[in-house]
């Protein structure tokens, strides 16, 4: 199987190359990789949606697809027996247990051995006591001079500069790229849009005051929650329902949502955001040169 896989790869490498050798043959190579990366464009333009539906009865269910591709959940492929490969046989199955055998191993043992094996055992023992009596014999042993010990090097806050000097140094450098990458942040969480946001809940208590409380406390988090999803991402609000069923004890709800993001967006931003990391670090480095060479310069005399 190995054989053929890697024969296969081959002829699909091979395959390719003569097709680029005709391209180029004829002359239109160039045209070709031309529609290519048109075309390549156009699949990245359209968006990856993952689709959200969660309730208290069905519990969570996730689907994720691109155009008409599901990318999750995968198929499970059909349950059966793996066939082993040609030239291979499977392991033997084991023999099932007999208890005939148990009594087959207690005839086998005898006790022809046991004074050889007292004896040894005793032997054993006696050589370990005498061990044991021969260290307490022993003076203990005088205890070794320690070395100078040296001392211990300061810690580097107290040689040079201090850990807030250094964190002053450090933002120094970072400062002019932080704009640059919160700008990015919030253009990547803005091309994340959650769309068709169905968000549905009822809760009920038997005593009025107490289901009018519980009716309060969940708005709130329904509506705190989608005010800040609103905030970092871009949301489409399709029904926002909360209910108060008074005179039973309920608490239930349900949510359904379908979250878009486009790749080539996401590409897009990634790239702008690099171009302009890079203008803006070659800017630094110039001033740190023009700096540098302002300091060495020899002063003139009055």
């Known amino acids: 199987m190995q054989e053929i896989k890697k024969f296969k790869l081959i002829g699909a490498v091979l395959a390719v190359i003569a097709v680029f050798v005709l391209l180029i043959y004829f002359g239109i190579f160039w045209w070709t990789m031309l529609g290519l990366l048109v075309l390549i464009v156009v699949l990245l333009h359209f968006s990856l949606s993952i689709h959200l539906k969660a309730s208290r009865a069905e519990g969570i269910d996730i689907t994720a697809k691109y155009m008409f591709l599901t990318v999750y959940p995968r198929r499970e492929k059909p349950a059966g027996k793996h066939k082993a490969p040609d030239g291979i046989q499977p392991p033997d199955e084991p023999d099932p247990f007999d208890p005939d055998e148990l009594d087959d191993l207690d005839d086998g043992v005898t006790g022809e051995n046991t004074e050889e094996d007292g004896a040894g055992l005793g032997e054993l023992v006696n050589e370990a006591a005498k061990i044991d009596k021969e260290e307490e014999g022993k003076p203990p042993e005088p205890p070794r001079k320690n070395k100078k010990a040296k001392p211990e090097p300061a810690p580097k806050s107290e040689k040079g500069e201090g850990g807030i000097a250094k964190l002053k140094r450090l933002y120094a450098k970072v400062k002019p790229y932080i704009p640059i990458g919160w700008k990015a942040v919030k253009k990547f969480c803005k091309?994340?849009?959650?769309?068709?946001?169905?968000?549905?809940?009822?809760?009920?208590?038997?005593?009025?005051?107490?289901?009018?409380i519980y009716y309060g406390a969940v708005q709130k988090i329904v509506f705190d929650v989608l005010s800040k999803i609103g905030l970092f991402f871009t949301l489409k609000l399709k029904r926002a329902d909360v209910r108060c069923a008074f005179g039973e004890n309920k608490l239930d709800g349900s949510a359904e949502l379908t979250v878009r993001v486009r790749p080539s967006t996401l590409i897009a931003i990634a790239f702008c955001t690099g171009v302009k990391l890079l203008i803006t670090f070659l800017r630094e480095r110039r001033k740190k040169k023009k700096a540098g060479k302002e300091q060495t310069a020899p002063v003139q005399a009055v």
Do not use: T
């Open 191 to 212: 091309a994340i849009r959650f769309e068709d946001v169905d968000v549905r809940a009822e809760v009920g208590r038997f005593d009025a005051h107490e289901a009018a």
